[in-house]
């Protein structure tokens, strides 16, 4: 966003606007200095329950936000909405991250960590997932695959976002990358493109076993799984735990395939 923020010393009141990077705050350990979160940080369940919530994503409660005086707020480019983080960036210093691939995502828990005074937990944990993923065998040869966020409208995962990177990185060709981010899909497109897999995510839709039939109604030879959508999605420590997640992904779908 063209800015940039001086820390003159560790910031001691951090709120937090996105979830996956909320978990990976107290992942570093710095449980003891936040202070606000958004409703929608969920992880770890335990700790947010103690935290105040500042609004949503892409509703921020500006008042609760000055009442708890915050030294450092982090964000990200887009999971927030542009016109609060402005806002915000009037008073407070703001920290956004920008996220389409797994070695941005790594970047930026390096940075965090750099932030906070947690250099070393933030490079175990990148260490960690960096080696997670280099022994992650995808799909061979690669599928089409069509990986859906939404009911009614259906929307997809398109290209460029994070998504779509987990992904490419599982072997999953994404059927609709030729697309921007997360384009609406019509059943007629679906059938059109058929996709030899379809995922479907348990979040921000919360799809269920229940779905499956109206996707194979559609494409009755594709292969249909629901999916943990966290683990597709989040780009904080939860990556740790991708890795092995995304391996089960794969080989449920190799053994179904043969």
Not at 39 to 45: D, E, R, V, Y
Not at 70 to 97: A, F, H, T
Not at 230 to 242: D, P, Q, V
Request: aromatic share 10%.
């Amino acid at each position: 966003m063209g800015r940039q923020i001086e820390l003159q010393q560790l910031p001691q009141r951090i709120i937090s606007l996105v979830p996956s990077q909320t978990e990976l705050l107290f992942d570093l350990g710095l449980g003891d200095r936040i202070v606000g979160v958004t409703k929608f940080c969920i992880h770890p369940k335990e700790q947010v329950k103690y935290k105040t919530i500042v609004g949503g994503t892409k509703n921020f409660k500006f008042d609760i936000i000055d009442q708890l005086q915050p030294d450092l707020i982090i964000g990200n480019k887009e999971e927030n909405y542009k016109e609060g983080i402005e806002q915000l960036q009037e008073k407070y210093r703001v920290w956004m991250s920008d996220i389409y691939t797994l070695a941005d995502a790594l970047q930026m828990m390096l940075q965090v960590g750099r932030m906070t005074g947690t250099e070393t937990q933030a490079a175990a944990l990148e260490q960690s997932i960096r080696s997670g993923f280099q022994r992650l065998q995808p799909v061979q040869p690669p599928i089409k695959t069509a990986y859906f966020i939404w009911r009614q409208p259906y929307m997809a995962v398109g290209g460029n976002n994070f998504i779509n990177h987990l992904l490419q990185q599982s072997g999953f060709e994404n059927a609709f990358a030729d697309l921007e981010r997360y384009p609406e899909i019509t059943p007629e497109r679906l059938q059109q493109v058929d996709p030899q897999l379809i995922l479907l995510s348990s979040e921000p839709y919360p799809f269920k076993e229940k779905h499956i039939s109206e996707f194979q109604e559609l494409c009755p030879q594709a292969t249909i799984k629901v999916v943990d959508g966290e683990m597709f999605s989040w780009y904080g420590s939860r990556l740790a735990k991708a890795p092995a997640y995304l391996q089960q992904v794969v080989n449920e779908v190799q053994t179904q395939r043969v």
